[in-house]
């Protein structure tokens, strides 16, 4: 059921703000991780994989909050375009988000590498062994997350001209919400 309120509902607040740490993490990682050689790319491949799965889970259990809850209405002086530019934004956020962990789990399938997520807990491969999979998932990783940096930034600077500049409220209902918002 979508119903408008001023706010977003605290689970969706809370993932949101939970994934946007987990993403920015993940960002780090994975440049460190593909700009090193050395045994702290075994420790930060080690940590990328569950978290990638671990954002997966979280992007599907966000949609479902977004879908259930709804989001608030965004400001009616806002230009038409500027409302089609959110929730085209918006959609580009959440099937990136969705496409990265898949990509690199596909990737890692096809390189013949397991994806471990713990001691003695591995998902199985969801793409067949093959090499020029493998190569044209490894790229395919890298534009997406090169896009999904891109994307992140103009959604911080979108929340801070809401912040700053409109102060509309926009910013408000994601960071504090209200008091009678329900879970």
């Known amino acids: 059921m979508n119903r408008e309120t001023l706010h977003f509902s605290p689970a969706a607040r809370l993932l949101h703000w939970l994934m946007a740490v987990l993403i920015v993490t993940m960002l780090f990682v994975g440049v460190g991780m593909v700009s090193t050689v050395s045994q702290l790319h075994d420790t930060l491949l080690a ?14 259990i966000r949609a479902g909050v977004r879908v259930t809850r709804g989001t608030p209405p965004l400001p009616d002086d806002m230009p038409k375009w500027q409302h089609a530019a959110a929730k085209a934004s918006h959609y580009a956020l959440y ?4 496409a990265m962990p898949l990509i690199g ?5 096809a390189g013949g590498y397991p994806v471990v997520l713990a001691p003695g807990v591995q998902l199985p491969p969801i793409a ?3 090499v020029t999979l493998y190569a044209v998932l490894r790229a395919a990783h890298t534009w997406v997350a090169l896009a999904l940096y891109a994307a992140v930034l103009l959604h911080l600077a ?3 001209f809401h912040a700053l500049v409109r102060r509309d409220g926009v910013f408000a209902s994601m960071a504090r919400g209200g008091g009678h918002d329900e879970v």
């Open 95 to 98: 099937a990136m988000m969705a």
């Open 105 to 109: 789990w596909a990737m890692l399938s």
């Open 47 to 60: 940590l990328h994989r569950p978290l990638g799965i671990a954002l997966l889970a979280l992007v599907v």
């Open 158 to 160: 979108a929340a801070l």
């Open 128 to 130: 067949p062994h093959n």
